[in-house]
């Protein structure tokens, strides 16, 4: 499984960016696709995960209404929108293959991820 994601960058605070995931060795439809981060000097954390054919999904409390997660199938491709951006969303933001049956336990293949720099 490859997982490489794009679309970092830095922001000031209040701004938007939009983060990309192209997957392969997959069969993508099939999957949970999900979101974290890691931030420096903390563990890796869950953001968003989307259902296999996109129809819901589900976020942590500290970005529910601010960032939307979403999908392409046909492109083998997980997006994360993220809106009204703070300097706590700092972190490197990987995607990831979820595991059946659960929202928030990836399978352990981590591309490089994308920084995510907010400034204040």
């Known amino acids: 499984v490859q997982l490489q994601a794009s679309g970092g960058g830095l922001v000031q605070a209040g701004g938007s960016l939009r983060l990309s995931c192209a997957a392969s060795?997959?069969?993508?439809?099939?999957?949970?696709m999900g979101w974290f981060r890691q931030a420096p000097g903390k563990e890796r954390e869950f953001v968003a995960t989307?259902?296999?054919?996109?129809?819901?999904?589900n976020y942590a409390d500290s970005v529910k209404d601010r960032f939307t997660i979403s999908r392409d199938n046909a492109k083998n491709t997980v997006y994360l929108q993220m809106n009204s951006l703070k300097p706590e969303d700092t972190a490197v933001y990987y995607c990831?293959?979820?595991?059946?049956?659960?929202?928030?336990?990836?399978?352990?293949?981590w591309g490089q991820g994308t920084q995510v720099t907010v400034s204040s």
């Open positions: 990831a293959q979820v595991r059946p049956g659960t929202w928030t336990n990836p399978y352990d293949y």
């Open positions: 989307v259902s296999a054919s996109g129809n819901s999904a």
């Open positions: 060795g997959l069969t993508f439809s099939m999957y949970r």
